[in-house]
């Protein structure tokens, strides 16, 4: 059990949730002190998941192997029920409530694409769910995994998604989309290679760290070719250093980490909900301590709604593989 991993779902999660929490803040009046200096750092959260699922991907396939049907249907169950429902849920909110969206706009076109994964594709715009543009890509490289397990052993596997992934590189010039296949890379090894010091582990795990702080970028947005090179690359790093590390057992890190999905989508609702009752409140106190408060708020929301509908779903595996 790779237990780290959790560790590091449950900061990419944190992280891009504090993000669009500073983000909240400036939109509905109350800046902090935060943003201008981070920038659109804690977007790095996604890139880290982007490692991850190409490492557990491929490590999973390694020692539980599955069917090309037994994974889609693995994926399609962990995603898409809890993806579904929550979009579904703000589809009657604005049908109800239309007036309480400040920038959304829900048409049959929107839904089905959101329901679809292929809003980008289809519309060159994000879903319902705005952070769904990173589980459309999820969707386009579990597509090319399950499609690469046709050549059945763990070489020929590796080797048919880096053409498929090279493929889509070239046609939609999004080279984070490779961050994928670091994390496959990294998967291949460690199945060759567990065996490694936990020491050396500690060591890259720290470069990885230093690297990711390193890039905090105060001179506005990142463009996707200096994302894979300043989030992408000392993210691999992070999850190299991290499997390689003596593993964590603290359970409250853990659960956070099986939480991180319902975490990651519910901030669509928690954040400007929480600054629309600020604001409707007239509430003043520091606007830094007002984005912690958000921040909390949200992953507390997120974690209920993952011990109170997502494991109630029985969607949710054990981590026995990762």
Not at 118 to 142: A, C, H, K, R, V
Not at 179 to 193: C, D, N, R
Request: charged share 10%; glycine share 6%; aromatic share 18%.
């Amino acid at each position: 059990m790779i237990n780290n991993l959790q560790l590091l779902r449950a900061f990419a999660a944190i992280n891009v949730v504090y993000l669009h929490v500073l983000i909240g803040g400036e939109s509905y009046g109350k800046p902090t002190i935060i943003f201008p200096i981070v920038g659109d750092w804690g977007a790095n959260g996604v890139d880290i998941f982007f490692v991850i699922s190409g490492f557990v991907m491929i490590y999973t396939q390694a020692i539980n192997p599955k069917t090309i049907f037994k994974f889609y249907k693995s994926r399609i169950l962990r995603i898409v029920p809890v993806y579904w429902l929550i979009t579904s849920f703000i589809i009657i909110i604005y049908l109800l409530f239309p007036g309480i969206f400040r920038s959304l706009l829900v048409d049959v076109k929107s839904s089905v694409s959101s329901f679809l994964f292929i809003s980008q594709l289809l519309n060159n715009s994000n879903p319902i769910i705005n952070l769904g543009w990173t589980l459309e890509w999820e969707m386009l490289f579990y597509l090319i995994f399950g499609i690469a397990l046709y050549f059945k052993t763990l070489n020929r596997i590796v080797v048919a998604i880096f053409f498929m992934m090279l493929l889509i590189f070239l046609v939609s010039y999004k080279l984070y989309f490779l961050e994928f296949f670091l994390g496959v890379i990294t998967g291949y090894l460690y199945v060759k290679f567990r065996k490694v010091n936990h020491h050396l582990g500690h060591i890259i795990l720290t470069v990885g760290i230093l690297t990711l702080i390193m890039s905090i970028n105060t001179n506005g947005k990142i463009i996707n070719y200096d994302r894979f090179i300043i989030w992408g690359l000392p993210a691999t790093l992070i999850v190299i250093g991290a499997i390689y590390s003596k593993q964590i057992k603290n359970k409250f890190f853990l659960y956070l980490g099986d939480a991180s999905y319902s975490i990651y989508l519910l901030q669509m609702l928690t954040i400007p909900g929480f600054y629309k009752v600020v604001t409707f409140l007239n509430v003043e106190i520091n606007n830094t301590f007002l984005s912690i408060i958000c921040l909390i708020l949200s992953v507390s929301f997120g974690c209920l709604f993952y011990s109170c509908v997502e494991k109630k779903l029985k969607l949710v595996k054990d981590r026995k593989y990762i």
